[in-house]
């Protein structure tokens, strides 16, 4: 199954939740807001990125930037989980295969191949 995270206020998860719906994409979506983000997603989306999975264009990074940069892992971790705006979103993933952090048109079309 298809799972999207995200914030249902984020506009670009909007775009991606209505792309999915566009193509006949089932998924489920996770909100961060409510649901919170367990460390082991963290540390899988930090794999599959290359670095830790956060908007630092975001102001929610912008508040934390100083914090954040000078935090060891674990305390890293954690201002993610109780700031879960920080993530770069959406987030999706089959399975526990990451296929995408942010909005990326190819990969959301290949889903229906």
Not at 98 to 108: A, E, H, K, P, T
Request: hydrophobic residues 35%; charged residues 35%.
């Amino acid at each position: 199954m298809i799972k999207l995270y995200g914030i249902p206020n984020c506009d670009t998860v909007k775009k991606a939740k209505k792309h999915l719906e566009s193509i006949g994409v089932e998924f489920d979506f996770v909100n961060f807001k409510k649901d919170g983000v367990e460390k082991a997603s963290i540390e899988r989306w930090k794999k599959f990125l290359g670095e830790w999975p956060v908007n630092k264009r975001g102001r929610t990074f912008k508040q934390f930037k100083d914090e954040f940069e000078s935090a060891s892992d674990s305390v890293k971790i954690k201002l993610i989980q109780e700031n879960t705006s920080l993530i770069k979103r959406p987030v999706l993933e089959k399975g526990k295969s990451v296929m995408c952090l942010g909005f990326d048109l190819d990969v959301y079309n290949k889903l229906n191949e």
